[in-house]
């Protein structure tokens, strides 16, 4: 039975009613004089309040200065020592305050996040303050975070899906440091406990952050809390992160990760593709949900709900700060490997070639518009939403309008960009599986090299 | 002051649909849940997966609504959608801008009358299921670990016991008189509860449930199923190989307390004090001082639920997992002194103190999301599905947090004592096969 988005409807289903307008919360915006960037919305939902520090250096910074990962490292001892307290006492202060603090790195980021009961934000603020600006970076904590760190590195190099965005970042990015997601064990065992704290006086400063608050306070009084808990901070931001020229790609190439025992093929395909700034983004993001970006997409009902062929395919964007990228995605059975990449790409090679319907157009533009109202429920989905405008320093009224420049997209638009950046041509297919199943239909769609887990040729 | 305020108002149709209101207008934007009361356990013998399987295919189809028409309808009118299957109960769900109601109701109330799937639609959901298992737990390091690798250990029952998301024989033998069946038998009005979040006016929303869902036939009560244990005399174990991953694992078990019995409310902060993060005692002893360990979480109905969305047997769970050079022995040894000395000092008061503004944190928390950023009060629907499924009270999601708040150190080592039994443990091993990198 063939399934289109064009089958016929039932004459009852309900019309939708008439829509009540979605407001975006007040934002209050400010800059502290020591260069901290502040942004706080108040939100009533429940009685906590969430908060994100960040700094605009991550591990695209460490891989650059020859020590990838070392971002993530520094992120996690981090929390294990400040001048005034050890691990322990930490540990005990945040369960006391009905706090959660994570910390981390992604490329272009570092991150101190974290969520407790409203009544309690001002020790809470303290406390992130103190992991800011007076970490210790014990021996021991560093030494206990190494060897979990390299434990979970040989974990993600035998899962399918951390093998092929890994593969992809490489063949996508050459030598530039978005090529690298994560250490090598020996990169790892290479640490020193002075280069960590060394990241850490560099990037951990007040003019390269930005804070995002979000929860059930009062704006002014928030401010002023702010203030008291970061104003004595002091230090100049590092210097931009360098752009090294990336490697020029010409035609489909395959890559494959060979992983002994695999049951099923892990398929990645994907090229470079644009950053949040681009004009293009929101063009990109609607013939990105058209394709294959929301349950009711081309490729869901193509390789999942015709075929069978896989549970979650799915397609996305992603934007890092200073290139993007695009990524088609599924795991499959080994025996419908070259079955799958040839649907990929029909529709890859449909959308390019033909405009969308208008009743497709309409759907999917409603639907991002209403995911975008979906955000505003939870103090989280606002967070997020924020911090992705400032940290990508999009236009100030971005979130206010993004319903109506979504609304007045068209098919030519759709159209326009799925043949600049679903680069169906010169795309790269990573598949990660046991190379006995999967080899000889994954060499069909073009030359091939195979590495195994550690990236080592064979 | 330790009660909460949220909304609830409730009403029963004629057919017997349970009718849940929450309103909150801040947002235009509504969650709207079916939960049946019918889980994994529940599943028929020789259908091991079934309750899984018979999930997909509700949206495969129903009589005025064909194959992909109610995600299509949802993702259109700026929605998203979902549904799980749990021990005891399944839902579907979807969050949507308010103004898509009606026609979220229509679909729920399409899908509760009548599905109309064929034998095409469960091939192909078939075969999506077993791409799922591969998926998540095949083709994974540590996949299933260990909430499919405890429960053959720890149960004699086979509604307990069986493999929840299916051997591939069952799910090949499944046939699609099996999906009627199962669809008549749980699946009536009087099985499931409907509800209501966000931007709805409890008036409106009762008229709309009685205008889609009133006239459903109300169907025969569905058969209560035995899910009871006899009580365990000696500590079970099992071992379970790790295809991909070098880490040596445990997972230890031990049998929870009933829901809402004053021991459930003492072992919730008995399990605080024991998983509640890197201060939590387990962690803190195995990960960060000893050193045996490199990851050591757990909790009650860990780690596919929580503490209020099971109805019948479940664990109190421990995931370890440790070093080479440390054995299972010396690891397990090692988690027993943590458990010993609960067992034999209790715990203080200071230390009860902040495990209680934690649980109360984690539970506002839990309410207002729970399931990402898009699904706003995931976790209060879950919250009034089951207390309604299994209580017939939605509001104890305002009253419960007294009974956590109100227990007492002594309290906590009592359960400790009684709950934390060497013979009443259960013991799952999960041995690497492999060597690193090969």
């Known amino acids: 039975m063939a399934i289109t988005p064009d089958v016929e409807l039932s004459p009852n289903i309900p019309a939708l ?27 009533h939902t429940i009685p906590k309040f969430n908060g994100q520090l960040f700094f605009r250096s991550g591990n695209a910074a460490a891989t650059a200065a020859s020590t990838p990962g070392l971002a993530g490292i520094t992120a996690s001892v981090l929390r294990t020592g400040t001048a005034k ?63 979990q760190l390299l434990e979970g590195l040989r974990i993600e190099r035998t899962t399918p899906g951390f093998l092929a965005g890994e593969r992809m970042r490489q063949v996508l990015f050459g030598k530039h440091p978005y090529a690298t997601v994560a250490p090598s064990e020996a990169q790892v065992e290479s640490y020193r406990l002075p280069q960590l704290s060394q990241f850490y006086r560099q990037n951990y400063c007040p003019a390269n952050a930005l804070l995002v608050l979000v929860g059930d306070f009062n704006a002014a009084e928030m401010r002023a809390q702010v203030e008291r808990a970061f104003s004595a901070w002091q230090g100049a931001a590092p210097a931009a992160a360098a752009d090294p020229a990336l490697p020029e790609i010409h035609g489909r190439r395959v890559h494959l990760v060979h992983l002994p025992g695999a049951v099923q093929a892990q398929i990645t395909v994907g090229n ?26 081309r490729l869901v009902l193509n390789i999942r709900e015709q075929k069978g062929y896989t549970y979650s395919p799915r397609s996305a964007l992603h934007a890092l700060r200073q290139h993007g990228f695009f990524t088609v995605s599924a795991a499959v059975r080994g025996e419908v490997v070259a079955a799958t990449l040839s649907e990929m790409f029909y529709e890859l090679d449909r959308i390019r070639a033909l405009p969308v319907s208008e009743e497709e157009l309409a759907d999917a533009r409603n639907y991002l518009a209403g995911l975008f109202s979906l955000g505003l429920g939870t103090q989280d989905g606002i967070a997020g939403q924020l911090a992705s405008v400032l940290l990508e320093k999009l236009p100030d009224d971005y979130l206010e309008t993004y319903r109506a420049r979504i609304r007045v997209l068209t098919a030519e638009d759709v159209l326009e960009a799925a043949r600049r950046y679903f680069d169906s041509a010169n795309a790269q297919i990573v598949v990660v599986g046991d190379r006995a199943h999967v080899e000889a239909q994954a060499a069909l769609f073009g030359p091939m090299d195979v590495v195994d887990a550690q990236g080592a040729a064979l | 002051m330790i009660d909460l305020k949220i909304p609830i108002e409730t009403s029963t ?69 979902n549904g799980s299957t749990h021990y005891d109960v399944t839902n579907y769900y979807e969050s949507v801008p308010s103004n898509a109601l009606e026609r979220v109701l229509w679909l729920e109330a399409d899908r509760m009358r009548a599905l109309k799937v064929d034998d095409e639609n469960l091939r192909n959901q078939r075969d999506v299921v077993k791409e799922e298992v591969r998926v998540n737990v095949l083709n994974q390091p540590y996949g299933g670990f260990p909430w499919l690798d405890l429960p053959p250990v720890a149960y004699r029952n086979w509604a307990n016991a069986h493999n929840f998301y299916g051997d591939f024989a069952d799910l090949d033998a499944a046939t699609l008189a099996d999906v009627q069946a199962f669809f008549r038998t749980y699946y009536a009005p009087s099985n499931a509860v409907l509800l209501m979040l966000g931007d709805v006016q409890p008036e409106e929303g009762f008229l709309l449930a009685q205008r889609h869902f009133g006239s459903i036939p109300a169907g025969p009560p569905a058969p209560l199923a035995d899910v009871s244990e006899a009580p365990q005399i000696s500590e079970r174990t099992g071992v379970v190989e790790e295809k991909f991953g070098a880490l040596p694992a445990l997972a230890i078990g031990f049998p929870a307390p009933v829901r809402l019995t004053p021991d459930w409310y003492a072992a919730a902060m008995l399990d605080q004090a024991l998983h509640g993060g890197r201060a939590g005692r387990v962690y803190r002893r195995l990960v960060l001082e000893k050193q045996i360990a490199v990851d050591a979480e757990g909790g009650i109905h860990y780690p596919v639920g929580d503490l209020f969305d099971y109805n019948g047997p479940t664990l109190m769970v421990t995931r370890i997992m440790h070093k080479p050079e440390h054995s299972a022995e010396e690891t397990l040894a090692e988690y027993q002194n943590v458990l ?67 227990v007492t150190p002594a309290a906590v080592q009592a359960v400790a004592q009684k709950y934390l039994v060497p013979a009443e443990r259960s013991i799952v091993f999960r041995q690497p096969v492999a060597k690193v990198g090969a």
């Open chain 1, 85 to 147: 307290r050890a691990s322990q006492e930490i540990e005990e202060a945040l369960r006391g305050m009905g706090a959660d603090l994570s910390s981390g790195s992604s490329a272009d980021t570092s991150v101190i996040s974290f969520a407790g009961l409203a009544d309690h934000r001002e020790p809470l603020l303290q406390l992130v303050a103190e992991l800011a600006t007076q970490a210790s970076f014990p021996e021991a904590e560093f030494e206990r975070e190494r060897r």
């Open chain 2, 13 to 81: 149709l004629a057919n017997g649909l349970r009718v849940v209101i929450s309103p909150d207008r801040t947002a235009p934007i509504a969650t709207v849940g079916v939960y049946y009361n019918i889980g994994f356990r529940l599943e028929p013998r020789g259908r091991s997966g079934f309750a899984h399987l018979f999930e997909h295919m509700m949206f495969q189809g129903s009589a005025n609504a064909g194959k992909m028409v109610h995600i299509r309808l949802i993702n259109s009118s700026g929605g998203v959608l």
């Open chain 1, 17 to 43: 009613g008439p829509e009540r307008p979605v407001v975006w919360p007040l934002q209050s915006r400010a800059k502290l004089a020591n260069g901290l960037e502040i942004a706080l919305v108040e939100s």
């Open chain 1, 272 to 297: 470079r593709a644009i950053t949040r700034q681009s004009p293009d983004w929101q063009r990109a993001t609607l013939a990105n949900a058209i394709y294959g970006g929301a349950f009711h997409s």
């Open chain 2, 340 to 406: 010993d000395e609960v067992k034999q000092k209790g715990i203080g008061e200071g230390e009860l103190e902040q495990l209680k503004i934690k649980f109360r944190s984690d539970y506002f928390s839990m309410l207002e999301g729970g399931h990402g950023s898009y699904i706003p009060r995931y976790g209060l629907m879950h919250c009034m599905a089951c207390f309604t499924l299994f209580d017939n009270e939605p509001r104890l999601v305002n009253t419960v947090l007294r009974g956590f708040l109100e």
